[in-house]
């Protein structure tokens, strides 16, 4: 093989010739400007190398491994090294700046190399694909990132959004699926409509947990584990009904279902607390709770389950509540002995409670009172600390939403105004008016149970007067 300079008929450029089994092969060309070009592809003048339109580039081999379709990147760097080093690369910056070394994916929807002609939403404008070979080739992706116009693009104005994507171990196809995506607004989706299970695992040091979305349900899913159907805490369905150690209920808002074990000491094994206010003047909200209540017996000791009601606060709605707190009720399973489970509600202020039969029981019964006879002589002086009162009930006042406007301190703002229901006069006297023993400890009502007791202690004393005044005169 020979080489040399010099000067073809016709050519006023110097050439490097190469000559290689008796063909003529012109290799470079050194052209005016101290530029080097090969052929019509490459050119490099010194600072700037540059491939020509339709070239490709082959790093540590002499052809190209297709990876989509029938064609191959314009780059590729092929290898086979034990230590992967011949297929890595580095951008690597020193600088004393703040600055790093920058990968730049781009497009334009121009055919005219260099012209910048606007982008439309949802047109991808860069993506990091990876293939695998399976045995056939390398076309098979396995997961794609890409970055897609996600609006309206315009002059300094490029919205974007970040989409994740894999493909399901299906046996068939090649085509990677939405997993996940970030959009323009910071909102992350994580499902990409796909017709399958989806969940975010959070794997702990510890315990694992997980949120995700069962799709044969069409639920919301928070649960322990690291994946769906391992231990569901709860479950959010379509409609908001909600299922805490169960599914859903179709009929209820709120199911409850799980099974607890209460432990030495611990009386509350669950509690609920919290706001229910009615959604208009003759809608009620109540919170209803059916669970299942294990009576355990051993020996001569008998333990119940209880479901509990505890003084709950009942703020004024509309101006009608007047009620502020009950007593502690319980639903229980009787603890009287014989194996029998008899469900009753029990107060356990007084030890009372509602029978089966619907008969209130030991309500006022002498084991859980400490009493005496009556003092009668007092009635009448008791009897004139009473002022009654003639009354219609106010009208609280409402906002432009129809809301009942409240103080700085949460109380009720009343209005001069009759409330619309309110159509007859009333009598009676005024909580905070009256003795201690008959109003409630607010001072906001007054107890019917001890005014009844009151009432016939008073009509007891007049009994008793009238007598001794026929017995006076004789009659």
């Known amino acids: 093989m020979a080489s040399g300079t010099f000067l073809p008929p016709g050519l006023s450029r110097s050439i490097v010739k190469i000559e290689s089994g008796g063909t003529d092969n012109y290799v470079m060309t050194a052209v005016d400007g101290e530029t080097i070009q090969g052929e019509d592809k490459l050119t490099f003048d010194g600072t700037n190398l540059a491939l020509g339109a339709d070239t490709k580039t082959f790093i540590g081999h002499t052809a190209a491994v297709l990876v989509s379709g029938s064609t191959s990147p314009s780059l590729q760097v092929l290898g086979?090294?034990?230590?992967?080093?011949?297929?890595?690369?580095?951008?690597?910056?020193?600088?004393?700046?703040?600055?790093?070394?920058q990968i730049y994916l781009g497009k334009s929807k121009s055919n005219t190399v260099g012209t910048a002609a606007?982008?439309?939403?949802?047109?991808?404008?860069?993506?990091?694909?990876?293939?695998g070979a399976d045995n056939t080739d390398v076309k098979s992706t396995a997961a794609r990132i890409s970055a897609q116009v996600d609006g309206t693009a315009g002059s300094n104005d490029m919205p974007g959004r970040l989409v994740?994507?894999?493909t399901p171990d299906s046996g068939?196809?090649?085509?990677?699926?939405?997993?996940?995506?970030?959009?323009?607004?910071?909102?992350?989706?994580?499902?990409?409509?796909?017709?399958?299970?989806?969940?975010?695992?959070?794997?702990?040091a510890g315990t694992d947990y997980h949120i995700g979305i069962d799709q044969t349900a069409d639920d919301l899913v928070i649960g322990v584990g690291t994946g769906l159907g391992t231990t569901t805490a709860m479950s959010i369905s379509s409609d908001l009904h909600i299922g805490i150690g169960a599914a859903p209920s179709t009929t209820q808002y709120i199911e409850i279902s799980p099974t607890w074990t209460?432990?030495?000491g611990n009386a509350d094994t669950a509690r609920i607390g919290g706001t229910l206010t009615p959604g208009g003047a003759n809608n009620l909200t109540g919170l209803f709770i059916s669970p299942t209540l294990n009576r355990y017996s051993s020996g001569t000791h008998s333990r119940f389950v209880s479901l509990d009601v505890r003084a709950p606060t009942i703020e004024a709605i509309d101006g009608k509540a007047t009620v502020t707190s009950v007593a502690l009720i319980h639903l229980r399973t009787d603890a009287s002995g014989g194996g029998t489970n008899n469900y009753q509600i029990w107060d356990s202020t007084n030890s009372a409670f509602l029978s089966t039969a619907g008969v209130w029981t030991d309500a006022s019964h002498g084991d859980v009172k400490i009493h005496s006879p009556a003092d009668l002589d007092i009635m009448p002086e008791l009897l004139a600390q009473l002022n009654l009162k003639q009354y219609h009930r106010r009208s609280p006042l409402y906002d432009s939403d129809g809301k009942v406007m409240e103080n700085e301190d949460g109380s009720t703002i009343w209005t001069d105004t009759v409330h619309s229901d309110d159509s007859f006069l009333r009598y009676g006297p005024l909580a905070e008016e009256v003795p201690e023993f008959l109003a409630t400890a607010d001072r906001k009502g007054i107890g019917a149970g001890y005014t009844a007791g009151f009432l016939i202690g008073v009509a007891q004393n007049h009994d008793a007067r009238i007598e001794a005044l026929e017995k006076a005169l004789g009659v």
Do not use: C, K, Y
């Open 80 to 101: 086979n090294h034990d230590d992967g080093h011949d297929t890595s690369a580095s951008l690597i910056r020193f600088n004393d700046d703040t600055a790093g070394a």
């Open 118 to 131: 606007v982008i439309s939403d949802a047109d991808t404008i860069g993506a990091i694909l990876f293939v």
């Open 164 to 166: 994740f994507e894999t």
């Open 172 to 204: 068939t196809g090649t085509s990677p699926s939405e997993r996940m995506r970030i959009s323009a607004n910071g909102i992350i989706t994580i499902g990409g409509g796909i017709s399958q299970d989806t969940a975010v695992i959070f794997d702990n």
């Open 262 to 264: 209460a432990t030495a």
